[in-house]
């Protein structure tokens, strides 16, 4: 099972570059990939475009792999998560799907990704979405056979439009923790999860 990560973007909200942001002893993209690789994503594949260069430099080899947006400037999060399955595709690995990952959330302990899954292994042809309070929340599973569907998807359509297209193949797995849910747009979110998250696993 393959994770696509979407690390592609300016942080301009943010005001600094989020992927390289502290957190514990390293980056918040260190942490994002190392999540999901103890959650049993393997390859992951992070989508970089703004300073992507910098970010390959962090990643540990072997562990992840950059691969570069060649649109970012549109700053269309679906468009990375398109150049990670095309590049997944021509790297010809044989994976049951592909966690869609957000290049953001470094707080997602690694029990949470491997919930998502397990739950996924177990039902290998559904797509599996994390849920919190009956809230969609990251990362999603997506199978191999809907990445055609993906790939289809139009400038200016997002993740949502497939999700909504094949609600019935959805099964939502119930987690414990809003973590699935937040991200860091904004200082203060960042500050927020830091306190709560940074230190604990």
Known sequence: MAAVV????????????????PWRRGTVIE????????????PVYIV???????????????????????DYRKNEMLRSYQVGIEALRRDGRPVQGTLL?????????????????????ARPEAVVVPS??????????????????????????SLRNLLQAIGEEIVYEVV??????????????????RAQFEWTE
Do not use: W
Not at 10 to 21: E, T, V
């Open 132 to 157: 919190y309070m009956r809230r969609r929340g990251h990362p999603v599973y997506l199978p191999q056979r809907f990445f055609p569907k993906l790939l289809s998807l139009e400038s200016g359509q």
């Open 101 to 121: 990952a957000l290049g953001d959330q470094p707080h997602i302990p690694a029990a949470v990704i491997r919930q998502i899954t397990d739950r996924a292994r």
């Open 6 to 21: 979407a690390a592609a973007g300016f942080s301009s909200r943010m005001g600094r570059f989020k992927p390289l942001l």
């Open 48 to 70: 970089t475009g703004h300073r992507g260069a910098e970010i390959a430099e962090r990643l540990t080899p072997g562990a992840a792999v950059a691969v570069s947006n060649p």
């Open 31 to 42: 942490a994002v990939a190392a999540g999901l690789a103890g959650g049993g994503a393997s």
């Open 176 to 193: 414990e923790s809003d973590c699935v849910r937040r991200d860091m747009d904004l200082p203060a979110e960042y500050e927020s999860l």
